[in-house]
């Protein structure tokens, strides 16, 4: 995951997992800070639901679900424009989250079928019915279900991307 992932990170995890997968080289922006700082240069991982080091940050009610809306204007404008620009990859949570839903809900109703395509990794062990009704609840909104292994599911996209790298060919969702 260190080896491939983007540069840019969100997360709805409190823990610092992804730091000790970074091994501390990350830059961390957690929810409410006052002064965020990104790295142009390096990796940044979002914390908007929180950090386990901060207590204060950490999200837990309905009401700190919605005042990110209303607070937390940089982390909300800043993913705000990564999902308008690039195609998501969501891994290990669904876009049930309300925060996560509202911004992909604005950018989707502000650019419609010129938003790039967006793609949900759903774990294997779902119902046949549950991964149908997740299909129809997000296809039209752009987003693709992959059932796979979040592991799996990475390293395929490893192998994948490694090939295109060498190949002449454009990255596009045949890939």
Known sequence: ????????????????QLETIYDGLVNVVVRKDKSPQVSNGGR????????VGRPQSIVVTQSQYFSFQRED??????IYTLFSEASPVFLGYSLTDPNVSF?????????????????????PSESDQVLEETRLLFSSKNIHIIQAEIGEFINDLSVEYKKYLISNKSFDEEY
């Open 103 to 123: 911004l992909y809900d604005e950018v989707y109703a502000h650019m419609g079928e010129e938003k790039p395509p967006a793609y949900m990794v759903v774990h």
């Open 1 to 16: 995951f260190r080896a491939f992932s983007p540069n840019m990170v969100v997360t709805t995890n409190w823990d610092n």
């Open 44 to 51: 940044n991982l979002f914390k908007i639901h929180g950090d």
């Open 73 to 78: 204007t940089y982390l909300n404008r800043k």
